[in-house]
């Protein structure tokens, strides 16, 4: 059994805070889907995000991240 780490689900919350302030950003017209803060925010939240989940043993989770991270990034450097 893993022990909580204060440090790792700190990560985790932030994480989640950045994907739903993107999402909310972008449901709201505050910020455009495209733009690079929105892909910011999801690209560092999923990271932190899949930081948390792996360290969890929550593989699924940390998959469907890394895929998240991955579309961020090509949108970021297709946008370039």
Do not use: H
Request: net charge positive; hydrophobic share 55%.
């Amino acid at each position: 059994m893993v022990r909580s780490n204060p440090l790792i689900d700190i990560v985790g919350w932030i994480g989640a805070a950045a994907l739903l302030m993107a999402y909310a950003f972008v449901s709201t017209r505050r910020m455009e889907g495209d733009s690079a803060s929105y892909q910011l925010l999801n690209l560092g939240g999923s990271a932190f995000l899949m930081a948390n989940s792996f360290f969890y043993g929550a593989y699924p989770s940390s998959m469907v991240n890394i895929v998240w991270i991955s579309i961020a990034v090509f949108i970021m450097v297709r946008k370039k």
